[in-house]
């Protein structure tokens, strides 16, 4: 009524038709709400210019339900009929589970992805976009058949895993208390890059994954720098400062880098470090590892600098050594290592230096481990080796800087040819069964600073030419049985702090205003020990050692 009473006001001369709900027991034409069978009156009059209605002819008509009602009694029939729909579907596929693989096996409920009637009432967070990469134990998600077989396949066919017996490479694998068990789990369930099985990244993540496994990675030092998706990028620079990045680097997705200094392993080293093809840098240097050197280090063609030192490793050098052609710095040195030096690594022509001291090594030292003329410095003291040195020592690099040979069981003369290198700063031959005379040509070994003879079973006299040896700090030739006197050319050494001469059968005299005695009030010379208790007159002397000193 109000809205023909508007309409009327608008237009004054309009023609409207009144609708209502009429009660059919009510003659009064009062309006009824709600949703109920009803009468329709309907009126037709003339509206006049005030709004009201002129009384015109009124036809009652028994009809269906005004229009709006119907429409709306429809939507919640329809709606009701969908509800219903979608309750039917839901409980069918909770039922019947339609996803199956390919061997008939259903995967389980955390496998299959869920679909929601119902909105979600917020976002899904997005993903972070650091993941850790550390390994678990535990798969975070149902094993899927198809990856799983996928991933054995690779290993198998990669050789990775021994593929005679599929069979039991399979139950090997599965096994999750083996390192190899552990780093399978993850690499198919855990690993949140999820590697396609064809990538040609998997096995080296796998190899990764191993060597954590392997070596107690759960108590790593520095275990945020083993970055396990290698994603961290090295400049593309020389190997040499590659060991100033991190634990672990790749260039262009290949790991060419993995640096474990004083990173807490505690294990051994997986056979499969062979599958890292690209590595140029590998440093196990300061842990608690334990085990062989593996035979697959061979394998490791690229590799420049490779560093076992300080360690608990035992067993042989591995003659494989020797296929690492492009090698610049080996070092094994405190460990447990047994048996003789593979005479393959005189194959290593472009290796500068050699670090194999304070193990347990033996027999005598291959004249082919001193052929390459890259050879800068080796070292071999501490260890239980024999024979005499072989005057191949010679065919080192000229700018040879360090010759390390004490505490050993050599026997022989000193070769002559050491006289070459005048750049070596250092000279240890001590405590090892040489005999024979001091090479007259050590004087010509200009650059040394130390140069030590001490408790072999040298005899004959201290060569004059030892005097040119002008930068050397430390001549020491206690220990031995060499004659006769001091020479005085040892006066020309301006720089030399110690000179020990005792525990030999020198004789003659040392004059306080003679050359050698200059050294102690001219210049630096601080220890100046001989036998002048009973052998040698000396007047500068510091200390005059006696039978009963233990020195």
Known sequence: ELSSQYSAKSDPTATTTLAYAHHPASDNGQCMGGFGETVATTTTGTVV?????????????????????????????????VGVVAVVLTVVLIIVNPFETNDGAGLSPSAVPTVSLVPSPSPTPAPSSNPTGTPTNVPSTSPTSMRYAAVLNRLLKEG????????????????????????????????????????????????????????????????????????????????????????????????????????????????????????????????????????????????????????ILSGTLPSELGQLSKIDLFDAENNFL???????????????????????????????????????????????????????IGLMSTTTESIQLQHNYFTGLIPSELGKFSTAYELWLSYNSFTGQIPSEIGMMKSSLIT????????????????????NLFLMLNGNNLTGMLPSELGLMKNMTHLLAHRNDLTGTVPFNGPVCSLLYDHLLTHFWTDCVSEVLCDCCTLCVYDEMQL
């Open 49 to 81: 210019g005030d709004g009201t209605v002129n009384s015109g002819p009124v036809v009652d008509v028994i009809s269906v339900v005004i229009e709006k009602k119907w429409y709306q009694k429809r939507y919640i029939q329809c709606c009701i009929l």
């Open 160 to 311: 990775v895993v021994d593929g005679t017996d599929s069979e039991s490479a399979k139950l090997e694998l599965l096994d999750t208390t083996t390192p190899l068990g552990q780093a399978f789990h993850w690499i198919v369930f855990d690993d949140l890059f999820q590697v396609d099985p064809e990538d040609e990244h998997l096995v080296q993540r796998f190899v990764l994954a191993l060597i954590y496994f392997s070596n107690g990675g759960e108590n790593w030092n520095y275990i945020s720098e083993f970055r396990m998706e290698w994603a961290f990028e090295i400049p593309n620079t020389s190997v040499d400062e590659m060991h100033r990045v991190g634990a672990f680097g790749c260039i262009n997705g290949t790991v060419t880098l993995l640096d474990f200094f004083e990173v807490n392993l505690v294990g051994t080293i997986p056979p499969e470090i062979g599958y890292l093809r690209g590595l140029r840098f590998l440093g196990f240097w300061y842990n608690a590892l334990t085990g062989l050197i593996p035979s697959s280090i061979g394998l490791l063609k690229d590799l420049e600098h490779l560093y076992f030192d300080y360690n």
């Open 338 to 392: 047994t048996g003789s030096i593979p005479s393959e690594l005189g194959l290593l022509q472009s290796v500068r230096a050699i670090w194999l001291d304070h193990n347990a090594l033996s027999g005598s030292i291959p004249s082919s481990i001193f052929g390459g003329e890259s050879l800068l410095r080796i070292e071999l003291q501490y260890n239980s080796f024999t024979g005499s040195v072989p005057s191949e």
């Open 452 to 471: 030590d003879f001490r408790y072999n079973q040298l005899s004959g006299t201290i060569p004059s030419e030892l005097g040119l040896l002008e930068y």
